[in-house]
């Protein structure tokens, strides 16, 4: 007696079957107008930083964070006191570890060809004595919607910041107390001192 043969091989019936599932998907999927899509699969909101909102009133998903001068690590602004104008965040670097200050009461406006540029000194702290001062360059970039540093600049040690404005031709003029030669740091700076920058580019330059 002959076997019968199926005319389909029965292996060849799944493949077939999930073909027919993916061609049914697709016609109903074309079927649909884009509202009727976003009908079914509402957007989340989402939420903003509320750090970069109330300094800058830039809506952004993404927190602040500076690269800490001559280190591979990043510090994550997460305070903010907007009563004495600062923010801060710790980093960790494996060996070295601290915490970076920004002074946002100091803040300039850079504005430039409808970009949004500024700057605002900062300190990194550690487990030394040492307190850096540093001058960061700012900038906001639209496309990813987040604060970046491009670029600091070296203040100074223990020093006390007095004052930051635009001089002339919109150089950055920033004023400290720094401790003269003859001082120790653990004594009150007293030498006055106007350091001038400029932006050129993505950098700090600095100006006579």
Not at 17 to 42: E, H, N, Q, T
Not at 127 to 147: A, E, H, I, M, T
């Amino acid at each position: 007696m002959k076997r019968r043969r199926l005319p389909i091989p029965l292996i060849l019936l799944v493949p077939i079957a999930m073909l027919a599932v993916v061609i049914v998907a697709g016609v109903y999927r074309f079927s649909l107008s884009d509202d009727d899509i976003m009908a079914k699969f509402p957007n989340q909101p989402i939420e903003s930083d509320a750090l970069l909102y109330a300094w800058l009133g830039i809506s952004s998903p993404n927190p602040l964070t500076l690269n800490v001068p001559e280190s591979r690590a990043f510090a994550f602004i997460d305070e903010y006191d907007s009563a004495n104008g600062l923010a801060s965040g710790q980093y960790d670097a494996g060996t070295e570890r601290g915490r970076v200050t920004l002074f946002t009461q100091f803040k300039l406006d850079l504005r430039s060809d409808e970009e949004i540029w500024f700057s605002a000194p900062f300190m990194v702290s550690n487990q030394g004595s040492g307190r850096f001062y540093y001058l960061g360059l700012f900038k906001y970039d639209p496309q990813p919607r987040r604060v970046i540093m491009t670029d600091s600049v070296l203040l100074g040690d223990r020093i006390e910041l007095e004052q930051s404005q635009l001089g002339d031709n919109k150089h950055i003029e920033v004023t400290f107390l720094q401790h003269s030669a003859q001082q120790s740091y653990i004594e009150q700076p007293f030498d006055r001192v106007t350091q001038r920058y400029e932006r050129v580019g993505n950098k700090l330059k600095q100006s006579k």
